[in-house]
């Protein structure tokens, strides 16, 4: 197929070398474009040789280590050191530019340095499902399974809202899991009964999000638009892919109990975002699949999300590299279609107004429960077990203390494995906005393949 021209363009980006600074350029014959992480600058060619020739040390090879470590050595001189040339000349677009991947530098090192200070509580209460979706990464239990207790969650709640009082932030309490939330309503009345006592003991507002199927009675699908704040719908499309993907577990469709609860939400004055899972069959449907679910659905936002390995799908069914042109031309034309009815389309693999890395716990602030009472660092293992034998466990219950303690060594061990950035994308201009190879390859796994240690 033919690939959107904007990809090729991109491969045309290429490191400055600048002392490793996230620092890219590219030529055309007439002008040259050079970005850093949040700057984009469009100059003349003679400045850009002004630019690169003053400010590059011999021999400065971009780096493959992890975005925090990318500043080895000092440069020549940054552009504001040297002799401006004109009021508005190089100098004044190269300082801006040197300071946003100065910037980019800092945030990716407040990774590895700051302490682990949680301010999302996010809860896998189950690993039940009343679903047979063909792909579940999680493959998870049709009938009971261990729950997450009630005791660890308070004792954790505990933990991250005194972050947030001290930060001066809200707490995120999120409902998730490798299961179907919603299925035992009466255990998450109570646990949102114990988020809000311990945020209201602290004095911090809560903020309560949670991920559902939305496959459900109408009457549970009101309960929960009056007792969430923002809600996760998942959406595959059409009814002819929602229930060829998404069946209940019995085979019966889901699509049109799916869209009921839609409607629920959108009478109740609820907040929601719909989250579609891209497979190889759907990945050439993007663009109806947008239309469908804005004229359907309304979200505030739409994510689309490639199909993860794990579970259910191996790496003979699941997308693989070379699909990734197809995917996002694909998803271009889909957030087109998207942007006409005013909804935002996003994928969180890459997102360009954000400094990110992979999508591990220990790097964005969250505190991930999964059942059997232990915090993990991968939000793709969901029970005691799993967490234990991918060696991601970060904290759990004392049992004879009450209180939830994180192992902070252990959190700045994980770090440094998982801080790493592929050889093949050392180079790449997205690297700071990317979540590299995460979640289908980790460092963590044996057979994940060679990586370099940040």
Known sequence: MEIDPLLEEAEAFRPVRAAGRPIFRWDSAEYAMFYAPGCLCVVGLSDAEWFETTITPPEAPPSSRGLGAVAGSEPNASPEQCPDRSVTGPADWGAELWRWAELAIAEARRWQEEPFSPECLTLYMNNECNLDCVYCHTDPSHGPA??????????????????CRRKGRPF???FHGGGEPT???ERVERALSLLDTVASAHGVELFRYIATNGVMPEKKAVWLARHFDLIGLSCDGPAEIQNSQRPHRDGRATSHILERTGRVLREEGCRFHVRTTITSATLH???AIADYICHQFSPEEIHFEPV???GRTSTGTGLDADQAGEFVTHFLKAREIAGERRVLLMSSG?????????YCHVFRDTLNLVPGGVATACFKVTDAAQVEEKGATIGALNRETGRFEI???RVQELRQRLDVIPAECASCFNRYHCVRECPDRCPLDDDSGPSEPG
């Open 146 to 163: 261990t729950r997450l207790e009630l005791g660890v969650i308070a004792a954790a709640a505990e933990v991250v809202a005194e972050n």
């Open 172 to 174: 995120y309490g999120v």
């Open 183 to 185: 299925l035992h309503r």
């Open 285 to 287: 449907r993007q663009a």
């Open 308 to 310: 993860y390995i794990g």
């Open 350 to 358: 890459s997102r360009p107004d954000a400094i990110h890395g992979p």
């Open 407 to 409: 192992d902070q060594a």
